[in-house]
């Protein structure tokens, strides 16, 4: 929720830091804004409602020059998406800016402190409270901006990624963190800040992520310096960071969403290199091998996630418990963390999570730490919170996902947690050899598998044309094919905005078949698997209430593709693999219905990438 960059060196900032928005534009889009020092020291700060590009418009006639800027593209949480609201937030003299991500929870209270002193706010939001609060403490002891940023940070409850400029002092930004990400890259002479890597890796591959209670002063022609809130100096780590440029682009595809979606079937292999041993059909997670003893002793495992990666948890649950014995339990991180739940050392707790960032998650993994936990995250961001909070893990290594709607995190997820549900299986002898065996070689087929499926693009395009009329769409399967129906749904409410419900086909009878008549489309998520028969008795109750049913078989269907209006066919896989080939011909359906509907794909209206707050 939110992106921020910032820059200081020895070149014009304005365009490093439209280029890094761009880059994070996928954390919120609600509206933009730029502030930038000038050689004559003036302070300028140009924001608009909208995306990045409506500001480079607004900005085409206005003074952008100065080496030293910070930038924002904004997700809203406190006051609605508009020019006033949008970051930065000048100081009441306008001598200070300041960009925010994260939300203040006692800003009221400051506020009203603030106004009583004769402070006026421009904005309704949560972070001019903050940078009133530094400039009047700044100037009410006369202090210097370090020092002021450290007690006004003491004031505050919440979380914050924030970076400020003074105009009095244009050679130096002050940022700090507390439960939301910032990165500091290290060029020569020259810095760069961001919420995550991707603006940075084009200047430099050196970083220094923040961890929370940190306060970096960057100054110009000078080292980087971590403080915290007392001034006490943080020793910093420079890490090196490795990222594809490409990876940050579209390359030929209109969206990233359908680059994503193609993207699949090499990320499968990339999560799975180093870790499948072809030759001994093996498989090796390293940390399995080095916390064999807390995994394989653990007496339940609990799955905390949100969204995608809590469907991804899912069928996680089934993995584990039916290859490897052992108890799953699966929360909503967000629910997980207001529940008292009963932790115990003995449990392990999975954490799941794309971004490495979501808030819920990351303080559901605090908490479970807290009561003593073993904790393992899966996570596709490098670098990012979740990783650094839990004890050991395993990253997915999809590349950077960058459509709002998730697709390859999902399935780089789901290959994980079957490699993680094989090797403990292997280590706990709860598999036979050959059960083993012929799973680890299934696996290692799903790409070209999946290659098969991207191959149904434009008939699924095709049908896609006959569904935007639908307000309401029901979405069935059952076993592994549960999950896959709640994740289809889910991305089909995300970027179309046509409700649908994903739904245990068996369910559908205790209530959701009353919503069943001509006008409802009821996609049936059907393999050939241990449950087809069933499932097939819950196609024919649809049909008998008229139903449109469109159904995703395996190949050489005999039965449901009898009934079903339309039927699209699906490589046959083994059951607990089902998810891999069937979840991605419904993000291609969901993605041509939005596309069909003129939706912004990749930007899909109130939601953003990243959910940093609460
Ligand atoms: O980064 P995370 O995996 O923790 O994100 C969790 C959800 O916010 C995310 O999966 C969300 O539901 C996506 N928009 C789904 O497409």
Same mark, same amino acid.
């Given at each position: 929720?939110?992106?921020? #960059? ?40 140009? !924001? ?15 003074? #952008? ?21 949008? &970051? ?11 960009? &925010? ?5 006692? /800003? ?47 004031? #505050? ?45 084009? /200047? ?48 030929? %595809? ?33 940390? #399995? ?21 809590? &469907? ?63 904790? %393992? ?56 050899? &050959? ?33 935007? /009329? ?9 076993? /592994? ?15 179309? %905005? ?33 449950? %087809?028969? !069933? ?7 649809? !049909? ?71």
């Amino acid at each position: 929720m939110c992106g921020i #960059v910032g820059y200081i060196g020895q070149r014009d900032a304005y365009p490093i830091l439209i280029k890094g928005l761009k880059r994070l534009e996928y954390r919120g889009y609600d509206s933009a804004g730029v502030a930038i020092i000038n050689r004559g020291r003036e302070l300028n700060v140009y !924001k608009t409602k909208g995306k990045v590009s409506d500001l480079e418009h607004f900005v085409e006639d206005k003074d #952008v020059s100065g080496t030293i800027g910070i930038a924002h593209t904004r997700w809203a949480t406190h006051g609605e998406p508009c020019t006033e609201n949008a &970051h930065p937030h000048y100081s009441q003299t306008k001598r200070l800016a300041l960009i &925010h991500n994260g939300i203040i929870e006692n /800003y009221a209270s400051l506020k009203n402190k603030l106004q009583a002193k004769g402070y006026t706010f421009q904005s309704s939001t949560d972070t001019e409270v903050l940078v009133q609060l530094i400039e009047f403490i700044q100037t009410s002891h006369e202090l210097n901006l370090l020092t002021a940023v450290q007690l006004a940070l003491q004031e #505050v409850i919440g979380a914050y990624a924030i970076a400020v400029l003074d105009k009095e002092n244009p050679n130096q930004i002050i940022a700090a963190r507390k439960s939301s990400p910032l990165v500091v890259g290290i060029g020569e002479g020259e810095f760069f800040l961001a919420s995550d890597a991707t603006p940075i890796v084009e /200047y430099t591959d050196k970083v220094v992520y923040l961890d929370d209670g940190e306060i970096a002063v960057i100054r110009r022609d000078e080292k980087l310096k971590v403080v915290n809130l007392d001034n006490v100096e943080c020793p910093h780590d420079v890490k090196t960071v490795t990222m594809n440029l490409g990876q940050l682009e579209k390359g030929g %595809y209109p969206h990233f969403m359908l680059k994503e979606i193609f993207e699949q079937p090499d990320c499968i292999r990339d999560c799975m290199r180093g870790r499948i041993n072809v030759e001994a059909d093996n498989v090796v997670l390293s940390a #399995v091998i080095d916390y064999k003893k807390q995994l394989l002793s653990a007496k339940r495992f609990i799955i905390v996630a949100c969204g995608t990666s809590w &469907h991804a948890a899912l069928i996680g649950k089934h993995l584990i418990e039916s290859l490897c014995r052992i108890p799953v339990e699966v929360e909503y991180a967000s629910e997980f963390r207001y529940h008292n739940p009963v932790i115990d050392a003995d449990d392990v707790v999975i954490a799941i999570s794309q971004s490495g960032e979501t808030a819920d998650t990351l303080a559901a993994v605090e908490l479970a730490k807290s009561r003593g936990a073993f904790i %393992y995250g899966i996570c596709n961001a490098i670098g990012s919170s979740i990783p650094r909070a839990t004890h050991t893990g395993s990253y997915i290594h999809v590349g950077p996902e960058i459509g709002v709607a998730s697709t390859k995190a999902f399935t780089g997820q789901v290959t994980v947690l079957a490699m993680l549900a094989l090797s403990m299986a292997k280590e706990k002898n709860s598999i036979d050899n &050959h059960t083993f065996v012929n799973i680890v070689k299934e696996l290692q087929q799903i790409p070209e598998k999946m290659e098969e499926v991207l191959k149904e693009n434009e008939h699924i395009a095709q049908l896609a044309k006959i569904f935007t /009329y639908a307000k309401n769409c029901i979405y069935l399967g059952r076993g /592994y094919s549960y999950p896959v129906a709640l994740e289809g749904a889910l991305k089909l409410k995300e970027i179309s %905005y046509i409700h649908a419900e994903g739904y245990p086909a068996a369910e559908m009878k205790h209530g959701p078949i009353a919503l069943v008549d001509e006008e409802m489309p009821v996609v049936v998520i059907a393999p050939h698997d241990d449950l %087809y028969e !069933k499932v097939l008795s819950n196609v024919q109750e649809v !049909k008998a209430r008229k139903g449109r049913v469109i159904a995703f078989v395996s190949k050489g269907d005999q039965m449901i593709s009898q009934i079903a209006d339309t039927c699209i066919e699906l490589p046959d896989t083994m059951d607990c693999l089902t998810p891999l080939i069937a979840t991605v011909p419904l993000q291609m359906l969901a993605y041509h219905i939005a596309v069909c509907k003129g939706k912004n794909v990749d930007q899909p209206r109130n939601l953003a990438k990243s959910v940093t707050v609460e």
